[in-house]
């Protein structure tokens, strides 16, 4: 069974950084490109980074760049997030996600950036 | 970035009945359009990809339709069970975008 199961979440403040991680089974993690999505309380998805399968490619949204760092390590299956200059409009649940036509979601998890 | 618009944003139907939600792209994306469907404590699940196929243990009353910009995912006889969210998603192009969802109460 797929698994994808995100941690490092918590109320961190703005200005300051976090880092997610996602602990993945049940599949050949280095197979496969990953995502971090995430949802505001309240909006719809937004899309945050890709990174492929080797790390070759990695892409971020323009709301991110240059703050968060998308990362992976194929002998832990684990796929990371590192988040500095938190903002608080990156108040989110943060969500893992296998291949860009997204076949398996985490439960997710959230990060609050306020003073 | 290519936007992502579902017009409906709310429907409600009765089981038995058969509803259809549409999902417009900005621009051209061929058959990179996917479905997703997320319920209250549960993980989103991918319902359809490429347009109109259908993910393994998706229901076969779930059928998806379009290409290009106008696509739509029509859910037939509908069960109790198909209340929730629904999403599209262009995976045509980074960034990556979705629609605004659609929520769909059971009568």
């Known amino acids: 069974e797929v698994q994808l199961v995100e941690s490092g979440g918590g109320l961190v403040q703005p200005g300051r950084s976090l880092k997610l991680s996602c602990l993945a089974s049940?599949?050949?993690?280095?197979?496969?490109?990953m995502n971090w999505i995430r949802q505001a309380p309240g909006k719809g998805l937004e899309w945050v980074a890709s990174?492929?399968?080797?790390?070759?490619?990695?892409y971020y949204a323009d709301t991110v760049k240059g703050r968060f760092t998308i990362s992976r390590d194929n002998a832990k299956n684990t796929l990371y997030l590192q988040m500095t200059s938190l903002r608080s409009e990156d108040t989110a649940l943060y969500y893992c996600?296998?291949?860009?036509?997204?076949?398996?979601w985490g439960q997710g998890v959230m990060v609050t950036v306020s003073s | 970035d290519v936007q992502m618009t579902q017009s409906l944003s709310y429907l409600a139907a009765s089981p038995g009945e058969s509803v259809s939600i549409s999902c417009k792209a900005s621009?051209?994306?061929?058959?990179?359009l996917a479905w997703y469907q997320q319920k209250p404590g549960e993980a989103y699940k991918l319902l359809i990809y490429s347009g109109s196929t259908l993910q393994s243990g998706t229901p076969s009353r779930f059928s998806g339709s379009g290409s290009g910009t106008d696509f739509t995912l029509t859910i037939r006889s509908l069960e109790p069970e198909d209340f929730g969210l629904y999403y599209c998603q262009q995976y045509y192009e980074k960034p990556l975008t979705f629609g605004s969802g659609t929520k769909l109460e059971i009568k």
């Open positions: 996600a296998r291949r860009m036509m997204v076949d398996y």
């Open positions: 621009k051209s994306i061929s058959n990179y």
């Open positions: 049940g599949f050949t993690f280095s197979n496969y490109g």
């Open positions: 990174i492929s399968s080797s790390s070759s490619y990695i």
